[in-house]
C-alpha cells in the first residue's frame, strides 16, 4: 500500500462536500499537472491519501480518503464548457487522468499547516517545501501515520 496527499479548496470540495456525496465516494479530476498526473496513475485501490484543504485560512489536513478506483481517462479535459478543459486532450487522447476517492474518516479538527511544520517528523514531506504547489504527491507511511494520530486525537468515523 502506498500513501497519498491530494488537495482540494473547501471552497470548490471540501471533505465535508465528499461526506454528503453518494456513497461518500467521488471522482478526483481536475489535474492538470504531469508530475501529479503520474502520480494519480501510480495509486492503487485501497491506498490511503490525507485530504488537505489548500488555499485556505488555514491550509491543512481535514481527513483520509481511500483511493476507490484506479486512474482513468479525465473528460473533463475535452469538454469545452468544462474549467479544467484543456484543449489539446480528446477522446483518443484523453493525456489526463482521475481517480475515485472515499471518505475514510473526517479530523475532528482540521491539523493546519503551521503546525504541520514544527512536527520534526514531517521535516522532510513535500508538502512543507517552501514552493511546493503539487496537488497531488505521495507522503511515507510514516508521515501519513504521524498526520494520522494528529487528527484521531478524538476521531470521528463518518457514518
Do not use: C
Request: aromatic content about 8%; glycine content about 4%.
Amino acid at each position: 500500500m502506498q500513501h497519498w496527499l491530494i488537495k482540494s479548496e473547501p471552497d470548490v470540495f471540501s471533505i465535508r462536500d465528499l461526506a454528503k456525496a453518494k456513497r461518500q465516494t467521488t471522482h478526483w479530476e481536475g489535474v492538470r499537472n504531469y508530475q501529479a498526473r503520474n502520480f494519480l496513475r501510480a495509486m492503487q485501490v485501497g491506498d490511503l491519501a490525507i485530504y488537505y484543504h489548500s488555499n485556505a485560512t488555514p491550509s491543512a489536513a481535514a481527513g483520509i480518503v481511500e483511493i476507490a478506483r484506479t486512474a482513468y481517462p479525465d473528460p473533463t479535459a475535452w469538454d469545452t464548457s468544462s474549467d479544467y478543459h484543456d484543449p489539446k486532450a480528446s477522446q483518443e487522447n484523453p493525456i489526463w487522468s482521475m481517480v475515485d476517492v472515499k471518505l475514510v474518516e473526517i479530523f475532528p479538527r482540521e491539523i493546519p499547516l503551521d503546525e504541520l511544520r514544527t512536527v520534526k517528523a514531517l521535516a522532510d514531506m513535500e508538502l512543507l517545501r517552501r514552493g511546493s504547489r503539487l496537488s497531488v504527491q505521495p507522503v511515507t507511511a510514516a508521515q501519513f501515520r504521524t498526520i494520522e494520530k494528529l487528527g484521531k486525537k478524538s476521531s470521528h468515523r463518518p457514518a
